[in-house]
């Protein structure tokens, strides 16, 4: 029996997807052109919300133990070597500290999971073993896809394994490839936005004790006041760095990483390529039976951290939707849904990506060839930088409003709500639970997390009030075959940070619907929610 989605491309957010399919008992084929993961330095921190919906897929645990360890602070320094005084330092907690912020709050203001550092070369090999442990799932590493036809029936994808072509028939595919996707290239999608802003070149390099011996502080980015944009990464093992610059060769990226190190060390450059900033969205995610996901629709520059997590978002987002078509009880908006949804986050996630980046150019700006001077001009110039970055760093650094403030607006499945959102801030989170938000969360009176509690299908959350018509709900979905149930507590500090006595959430914690009594129709509540 042939699989029901085939998934083009195997990094993050197709593992994901895969992963997510296999626990909803879909039968995928994952496919990727290279042999294996490769040892390539790209993404290297998901962010709090890619940890929650890691949680809720039972992997957050795993990914922390691959990570960075969670005990070394994250902070940011400004500096002009790794020997000399930083001009800025922006100390962000450590994980383990991270986590006993959150144990402490319980305003809804924060999320349930904290950011965590690990490298893609890292996370990949880790999510590939996972998704080869879920019987319906199938991960094909070594084969190329080609080309596809599609019609009302489903598609059929010609892909190359072993030198020799083959058909795989399906009933979706997803195109997880790329920024050079080729599922989105064979559609006629355009990427519009701005292209190749700045080219600069990346190497990762093995040095097993510079970060033991770096004498300003440990942290994980050190941006570097210099002429090249340089800019040093930690990677999660703490022997392996990352170096961005503008420089002309492969070759100078030795001499510029000696340079910002500053220090006798022995290393090993393993890998330098060049590449470009772009800040590119899809004309559209997908058409008919072809979806496109992660870098295949949306292109950022790194700062803030917004591209693979913003993929890991298109994966759930598509996941749960996939699934429930599939199995019979998704009605024709749900998959419509998608793009809907997906589409105005990437947008908004290219705009904060570039609200953080003309904050990183604006005290880039500021540099001058004196930084280093022991002049009054000299120290002029580095107090002035320094001062800009102490505003303008931040916008990479503290994009909690991004992370976990983005709602599903004008959705065709959320219910339309009159009445003002909280104001969309990219460093600004407010907890709501206006319909199209994610659910925020809270720790219960007895200590455990309120996501814990809730399933994969659809809960209607009671907090007490009227809740006539609740048996009329549970028929709405009971007659698509929806996986529907109802939660009950008795929070007098849950129901207080949420506002409502009754909220409908989706399988990914999105709110659908609030409020203190349901529909006069609740039937039709259901219908709404699951695209009929």
């Keep these: 029996m042939g699989p029901q989605v085939l998934i083009v491309g195997a990094g993050p957010v197709g593992l994901t997807l895969a992963i997510d399919l296999g626990r909803r008992g879909v039968r995928c084929t994952l496919i990727e052109q290279k042999d294996a993961p490769q040892f390539l330095p790209k993404m290297e921190r998901c962010n709090a919300r890619t940890m929650e919906i890691y949680r809720r897929m039972g992997l957050a645990q795993k990914i922390r133990d691959a990570g960075f360890p969670r005990d070394v602070p994250m902070d940011v320094f400004i500096v002009t070597s790794l020997t000399e005084p930083p001009l800025l330092h922006l100390p962000y907690?450590?994980?383990?500290?991270?986590?006993?912020?959150?144990?402490?709050?319980?305003?809804?203001?924060?999320?349930?999971?904290?950011?965590?550092?690990?490298?893609?070369?890292?996370?990949e090999p880790l999510l590939k073993s996972v998704a080869e442990t879920l019987p319906s799932v199938t991960v094909r590493y070594g084969c190329e896809f080609l080309s596809f036809e599609q019609d009302a029936g489903g598609v059929r994808?010609?892909?190359?394994?072993?030198?020799?072509?083959?058909?795989?028939?399906?009933?979706?595919?997803?195109?997880?490839?790329?920024?050079?996707?080729?599922?989105?290239?064979?559609?006629?999608?355009?990427?519009?936005?701005?292209?190749?802003?700045?080219?600069?070149?990346?190497?990762?390099?093995?040095?097993?004790?510079?970060?033991?011996?770096?004498?300003?502080?440990?942290?994980?980015?050190?941006?570097?006041?210099?002429?090249?944009?340089?800019?040093?990464?930690?990677?999660?093992?703490?022997?392996?760095?990352?170096?961005?610059a503008t420089v002309d060769s492969d070759e100078a990226m030795k001499t510029q990483f000696e340079e910002v190190v500053a220090m006798p060390v022995q290393y090993e450059m393993l890998s330098c390529a060049p590449w470009r900033q772009n800040l590119l969205l899809a004309d559209s995610y997908g058409k008919d039976r072809v979806f496109l996901a992660g870098d295949a629709v949306h292109l950022v520059i790194p700062t803030g951290?917004?591209?693979?997590?913003?993929?890991?978002?298109?994966?759930?987002?598509?996941?749960?939707?996939?699934?429930?078509?599939?199995?019979?009880?998704?009605?024709?908006?749900?998959?419509?849904?998608?793009?809907?949804?997906?589409?105005?986050?990437?947008?908004?996630?290219?705009?904060?990506?570039?609200?953080?980046?003309?904050?990183?150019?604006?005290?880039?700006a500021a540099y001058k060839p004196n930084i280093r001077d022991n002049t009054p001009e000299g120290a002029a110039t580095r107090a002035n930088l320094a001062a800009i970055a102490g505003v303008e760093q931040r916008k990479s650094n503290e994009m909690i409003g991004a992370e976990l403030g983005y709602r599903y607006a004008n959705s065709p499945i959320i219910v339309a709500e009159t009445g003002e959102p909280p104001a969309d801030d990219p460093l600004t989170y407010v907890p709501t639970t206006f319909p199209g938000a994610r659910l925020a969360h809270v720790w219960l009176a007895g200590g455990a997390a309120l996501h814990d509690k809730i399933g994969n299908g659809y809960t209607l959350l009671c907090f007490g009030g009227n809740t006539a018509g609740a048996e009329a709900l549970t028929r709405g979905f009971a007659a698509y075959n929806a996986p529907f149930s109802t939660l009950t507590l008795n929070d007098g500090h849950a129901r207080e940070v949420y506002g409502y006595d009754l909220l409908l959430l989706r399988p990914d914690l999105h709110v659908v619907w609030r409020g203190n009594r349901l529909p006069d129709e609740p039937a039709k509540l259901a219908a709404l929610a699951t695209g009929h």
């Excluded at 994980?95 to 912020?101: D, I, K, N």
């Design 305 to 364: 951290g917004l591209g693979m997590n913003s993929g890991v978002g298109d994966a759930i987002d598509l996941s749960w939707k996939l699934a429930a078509t599939l199995q019979g009880w998704g009605g024709p908006g749900l998959l419509a849904s998608y793009e809907a949804e997906r589409r105005p986050v990437g947008a908004r996630n290219v705009e904060a990506s570039r609200f953080a980046s003309r904050g990183r150019r604006a005290w880039r």
């Design 93 to 123: 907690p450590s994980v383990a500290q991270a986590q006993a912020e959150i144990k402490a709050c319980s305003d809804g203001s924060m999320p349930l999971e904290p950011y965590q550092l690990i490298s893609q070369y890292t996370l």
């Design 157 to 244: 994808a010609t892909v190359k394994a072993n030198g020799k072509d083959e058909e795989i028939r399906c009933d979706y595919m997803v195109g997880c490839d790329g920024g050079a996707s080729n599922v989105r290239r064979q559609l006629g999608i355009k990427l519009e936005g701005e292209a190749n802003l700045l080219q600069l070149r990346q190497a990762l390099y093995r040095c097993d004790d510079l970060f033991d011996r770096i004498p300003i502080g440990k942290g994980r980015h050190y941006h570097v006041a210099d002429a090249h944009n340089s800019f040093l990464i930690v990677q999660d093992s703490t022997r392996h760095f990352t170096l961005h």
